[in-house]
């Protein structure tokens, strides 16, 4: 059984965290993506944030020093808590020795990791929740998208960046639903249950439960337990999607069908003419901004959750074909006469599989190469690679980037190139270990023609800029 099951149980949170107006609240790892936007967020309502963490990345770093946020100094300071202090918000990054957390219990401060904090503010609102191994980001987006088209009120929780939006978090005391991407990762130090525990949603859409996060579900069969008991702790009644044909997900849900109103959504036909995609549906053919099958299944995810927030199929597909994507996800960041430039967040096998498909499907006479870094504690585990296997076959060119000095950094050993090739399926794999040798490899694929970069980090430090040509 898990940790977070033996643990804690299925209860659920029994008191409620009223809003108060300028609360003193201090975010203990204020420096994350999702934290940083969470004190924006927070001091926009008026309430006096402080933070800290050990390191600021950006955007987090200018953001912060924008809104008066950013602390003076880098580091941990646990003689600005006092007894004044209404709430401390615990972010993942800080551990159980962290000083200022240590300070925070001998003063019996109120300490909340912020699923928990997310998880009291929504009390009371419909709460519809996007969970899975992939696509969670797009589809919270598109939600908020739709919503946001026909002017509806509504909080949100998202991973990342979304266009026309200014931060990742919102949360109010009046508007009705809220959307919530709903990650599998622990909560905090001080709370090892994955972060969807907490938010009880009447609407659920599980995407898929393909095997990640390996550094904390050890097996695919702990990772799949984890999505079991998100499901064991849902009211009666409460509504659940999946994709239509996706045996796991059949045979993890349709258990509970007892109990919850669990059902399978199914994507509209995708068709691509003359490099653009278009939707085949009974309202006629909707032409798309984003392209690609698992975009489709993505646009399905979040239609079964809208029709549950109450908008009419009309008014989804209406909204839909404008949705210009989330950040990071598959973005065309360069393209010149008959090459293109793709960057992609991705880096969990399944991620990885859905975007090369996706670009080949659009290109599908043009020479392509992906490149792909291993930057994440999971992809950079000899017992993980195995998932990687045929990812990346519809590529005319793969290239694997790793930073050998990372993976010693987390103790670590990475195959060698042999052992690569054979992990990801294809003996003509090529492994660079050095930015410089990506930016070569970059610049060669765009004169040849389409070039897909995908990454959740930075390719040890290199900027798109550096990576695109002057014809990009």
Known sequence: MP?????????????????????????ISIGGAVMHNLALALAAEGHLVSGSDDRFEEPSGSRLKKAGLLPEQTGWFPGQLSGEIDLVILGMHAKADNPELIRAQELGLKILSFPEYVAQRTAGKLRLVVAGSHGKTTITAMVMHVLRFHKRQFDYLVGSGVKGFDVMVRLTDNAPVVVIEGDEYLSSCLDLRPKFLHYAPQVLVISGIAWDHANVFSTPELYREAFRTLLLTLSPGARVGYPEGDTELEALCTPFSDTLAVRSYKPAEYVVEDGYGFLKTSLGKIPLLVFGRHNVENIAAARFLTAEAGIPKEDFYQAVASFPGADRRLERVGHHKDHAVYRDFAHAPSKVRASVRAVREQHPELFLTAILELHTFSSLRRDFLPQYRDSMNLADRAVVFYQPALASERGLQVPDVTELRKFFGRSDLEVRTEPGAIVEESHKAQRNGVLLLMSSATFGGLSTDTLLTNES
Do not use: E, N, P, S
């Open 3 to 27: 940790v977070f099951a033996h643990k804690f149980g299925y209860c659920t949170l029994i008191w409620r965290l009223d809003h108060l107006v300028d609360m003193r609240i201090h975010l």
